[in-house]
């Protein structure tokens, strides 16, 4: 009887061996996958937050389309005057560059 009970025991033990190898290739793939999703994450965050910004910082830039000169303008006006020729310009899109 305690033969009996042995043999099912070391079954266990080479089958929770086994299972552990092979998690342990898992548990390395899946660590390594998740810190390469991690980085491509905080990446991706950081890209569009960079892009953000410079559109945002752009958004008031503007160049008039008379007499190329560069000027900002903080205001909420749709067509901004330029302040050399007093033409109205359309404000761009950081895409439209
Ligand atoms: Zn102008």
């Avoid at 061996?17 to 092979?22: F, G």
Wanted: glycine content about 4%; overall charge positive; some cysteine.
């Amino acid at each position: 009887m305690g033969q009996r009970r042995r043999a099912p025991e070391a079954n266990v033990d080479k089958r929770a061996h086994a299972v552990i190898r092979v998690s342990l290739t898992a548990l390395v793939t899946i660590y390594l996958l998740l810190s390469l999703a991690t980085i491509f994450v905080l990446w991706l965050v950081g890209e569009w937050g960079r892009r953000r910004r410079e559109r945002r910082a752009l958004y008031y830039r503007l160049r008039c389309v008379i007499c190329a000169f560069e000027f900002e303008d903080r205001t909420a006006a749709l067509l901004p005057r330029c302040p050399r020729c007093g033409s109205l310009n359309e404000r761009y899109r950081l895409e439209q560059i």
